[in-house]
Every structure is written in structure tokens, then in C-alpha cells.
T-cell receptor, first 115, second 114 residues
Framework: EAQVTQNPRYLITVTGKKLTVTCSQNMNHEYMSWYRQDPGLGLRQIYYSMNVEVTDKGDVPEGYKVSRKEKRNFPLILESPSPNQTSLYFC??????????????FGSGTRLTVV | KNEVEQSPQNLTAQEGEFITINCSYSVGISALHWLQQHPGGGIVSLFMLSSGKKKHGRLIATINIQEKHSSLHITASHPRDSAVYICAVRPPAYSGAGSYQLTFGKGTKLSVIP
């Protein structure tokens, strides 16, 4: 089944403790992206990647890191989480124009609480 | 940067009613997406539009590029349609890497009552 898999689904952590949220897709998509969703603010882009070893900042990159060492994986790293990073996070992937389209597939989300 | 406005913010309908959700944006785009987010939180892509109209079951999406406006219609609404519907736009292709960046509306929360 074609899908984007995020882990974990729920995470409670303490301020300053490094964490990684994993994202993996099995559709050979070139484009992958991370979003956070907050009440009243909607979805906002954190980072995106056009292909392996190609990443760039979105609208709210502060406090986050990403890497794209393999095409299927795009982990989101919070090196020193703070309470303002408490949010619902989504990973998504998409075909590139060269692959035939622009459709997006979203992961199931990760609800992160930083105390 | 594109400004995406959705209306209404909240909508309550009786089962069977015809529903319309609107999305307006401020600058030209290459495509517009309609997404559905159920109470469990997962997001599903419903439509991607660059012109005209698309239909899938009881859902119809239209876009008017000149007026920078799109509508999502649900015919014969059902309680299982209760969800948040989100509009998202993509910049033009000449934006390069930026053409992949979605800008989202804040969503329309739909509740369909039996």
C-alpha cells in the first residue's frame, strides 16, 4: 500500500531532550516536507526536500533540523525542544513534475507535547 | 506570499443538505488542493485543480483562475462528511523550488447532523 509512515504517533518529552520524528514513504517520491499544525494558525511548512541531499527552509524552520540521506526517509530533528514546539506534525510527500504530477500524500501525524 | 482565505470557518448542516465551502487566494498559482482532515487528525488529499471542475462521488471542486477563487461542494451531505476541509495553493511553476511550497487556509470545520 502506498503510504507515508510517521513515528511516533504521540510523544511527550521534556524541554531540551533531543528527539527525532521519523518519516518514510514507499512511493519513490522526490519531494518531501514537514508541517506543523496549531490551533488558529493552520498548517505551516517547516522544511522541505526536493531530492536526496537537497533540503530548504519553509516558513517556520527555527528550532528544527532535517536530513535527506535516502530518498524514502526524511526525519525531523528537534535538538533542544521547547514548549512552543508543542504541536501536531505532519510529513508529506509528492511526485515532482518530472515524475508526472503534484499530488500530496500525508502521514498520519505526530502529536508532540514538550513540558 | 499568497494569502489564502476560507469561508465559512464553521458550518453546521442537516444531513442531506447541499454544502459549499469557499477558498480565495491573493496571487497566481499553479494548482489548488482541497484536503480533508477527520477528527482523528489524518489528512487526505481530495482534489488537485489547476482549472475547471473535478468530481468524485458526492464531492465537486471548481476553480476560477481569473477570480482567484475555488469552491468545494458536497451534495447530499452525510454525518461521515463531518471534518475540517482545508484549501492549499501552490505557487506558479516558474517559482522553481518554491513551486512545491503549499500555503494553507485555516480550514472550514463542517458538522453534519443526522
Amino acid at each position: 500500500e502506498a503510504q507515508v509512515t510517521q513515528n511516533p504517533r504521540y510523544l511527550i518529552t521534556v524541554t531540551g531532550k533531543k528527539l527525532t520524528v521519523t518519516c518514510s514513504q514507499n512511493m519513490n517520491h522526490e519531494y518531501m516536507s514537514w508541517y506543523r499544525q496549531d490551533p488558529g494558525l493552520g498548517l505551516r511548512q517547516i522544511y522541505y526536500s526536493m531530492n536526496v541531499e537537497v533540503t530548504d527552509k519553509g516558513d517556520v524552520p527555527e528550532g528544527y533540523k532535517v536530513s535527506r540521506k535516502e530518498k524514502r526517509n526524511f526525519p525531523l530533528i528537534l535538538e533542544s525542544p521547547s514548549p512552543n514546539q508543542t504541536s501536531l506534525y505532519f510529513c508529506a510527500s509528492s511526485l515532482s513534475p518530472g515524475q508526472g504530477g503534484y499530488g500530496y500524500t500525508f502521514g498520519s501525524g505526530t502529536r508532540l507535547t514538550v513540558v | 506570499k499568497n494569502e489564502v482565505e476560507q469561508s465559512p470557518q464553521n458550518l453546521t448542516a442537516q444531513e442531506g443538505e447541499f454544502i459549499t465551502i469557499n477558498c480565495s487566494y491573493s496571487v497566481g498559482i499553479s494548482a489548488l488542493h482541497w484536503l480533508q482532515q477527520h477528527p482523528g487528525g489524518g489528512i487526505v488529499s481530495l482534489f488537485m485543480l489547476s482549472s475547471g471542475k473535478k468530481k468524485h462521488g458526492r464531492l465537486i471542486a471548481t476553480i476560477n483562475i481569473q477570480e482567484k477563487h475555488s469552491s468545494l461542494h458536497i451534495t447530499a451531505s452525510h454525518p461521515r462528511d463531518s471534518a475540517v476541509y482545508i484549501c492549499a495553493v501552490r505557487p506558479p511553476a516558474y517559482s522553481g523550488a518554491g513551486s512545491y511550497q503549499l500555503t494553507f487556509g485555516k480550514g472550514t470545520k463542517l458538522s453534519v447532523i443526522p
